[in-house]
């Protein structure tokens, strides 16, 4: 059976937790917060990434934005998400 891998290797997760601390700390947020949306979006990337080096950036990049958008919105993070990882490619 294959199991899908959200990372490749010990060193890329190590680093994509790091991006999630960091993340937090910029964003004002705990952790546990930031953690689930930049894994979702984490996954979408990883589907059609042939070069991994930057998905860093642009995950945090689209994270923030999405973070931003929802306390701007004043709308719920995970419920406007949900609809996007279920149907939409904004991601």
Do not use: C, W
């Not at 960091?22 to 952790?31: D, V």
């Not at 080096?53 to 406007?80: K, Y």
Request: glycine letters at 4%; aromatic letters at 6%; hydrophobic letters at 40%.
């Amino acid at each position: 059976m294959h199991r899908y891998r959200l990372y490749q290797n010990d060193a890329e997760e190590r680093q994509h937790h790091a991006a999630i601390s960091s993340l937090a700390e910029h964003l004002h947020h705990a952790e546990i917060g930031v953690r689930p949306l930049y894994e979702i979006v984490l996954a979408r990337f990883n589907r059609t990434a042939r070069i991994r080096d930057f998905l860093t950036v642009l995950v945090s990049r689209r994270v923030t934005g999405l973070m931003r958008m929802r306390m701007t919105e004043r709308a719920p993070l995970v419920s406007d998400f949900e609809g996007k990882r279920h149907g939409s490619s904004d991601l």
